[in-house]
């Protein structure tokens, strides 16, 4: 238990004791002037009568206090009937949903780095695999400028079918591109929430 400081006031400050009935007020003012004169005497005996008359009369502070503050109280005025406690109603413009997360901005130059980081690890892990023997080489990339050179011996024996090969082969990477292009396409509400 924490010992109560026997400063004054004892009950009530001041200003407070004006909200009180005059009964109260008068016990409030003979309390604090029995308190006054016990502090002036000084006594601190710690025998057991003086133990009990202090548990007494810290029991008989506390029923005054209750009763002061109850006294006191907004709800035991005459006027509180008169107060308005008007209802809080929310601001239109108030946020209703959970609160968006900062998203971190990166300038031009730090996104491109990133970019290029992901993509070297991406294909530096494809390198590994296909060195593990896990995934096949790649196809040569044909083009029309390059496949008389990538092919050699193939190419000079018969160009018209190697030529219509390496046109597939545009043709197909062509495609793939837009697939995957189509793919990566955000739709209208994910393109709402990333505004």
Request: net charge positive; proline share 7%.
């Amino acid at each position: 238990a924490s010992r109560r400081d026997n400063t004054i006031p004892a009950v009530l400050e001041w200003w407070d004791v004006e909200l009180l009935p005059v009964r109260l007020r008068k016990e409030v003012a003979a309390r604090e002037g029995r308190d006054m004169i016990a502090k002036a005497r000084g006594t601190n005996d710690e025998n057991d009568d003086t133990k009990n008359d202090n548990e007494e009369e810290e029991a008989e502070r506390r029923n005054l206090e209750e009763r002061c503050y109850h006294a006191a109280s907004a709800t035991n005025s005459k006027t509180y009937k008169l107060v308005q406690h008007i209802v809080p109603i929310k601001p239109p413009n108030a946020p209703t949903g959970p609160p968006k997360q900062p998203t971190l901005h990166l300038t031009k130059k730090e996104m491109k780095r990133q970019r290029k980081l992901r993509r070297a690890e991406k294909q530096r892990e494809l390198q590994d695999m296909q060195a593990a023997g896990l995934l096949p080489p790649p196809e040569p990339r044909l083009t029309l400028s390059n496949f008389m050179r990538v092919l050699g011996d193939q190419a000079v024996m018969d160009p018209s079918q190697m030529e219509q090969k390496v046109t597939e082969q545009i043709q197909a990477r062509k495609i793939k591109h837009e697939r995957m292009n189509d793919e990566r396409k955000l739709t209208r509400q994910q393109r709402k929430e990333k505004r």
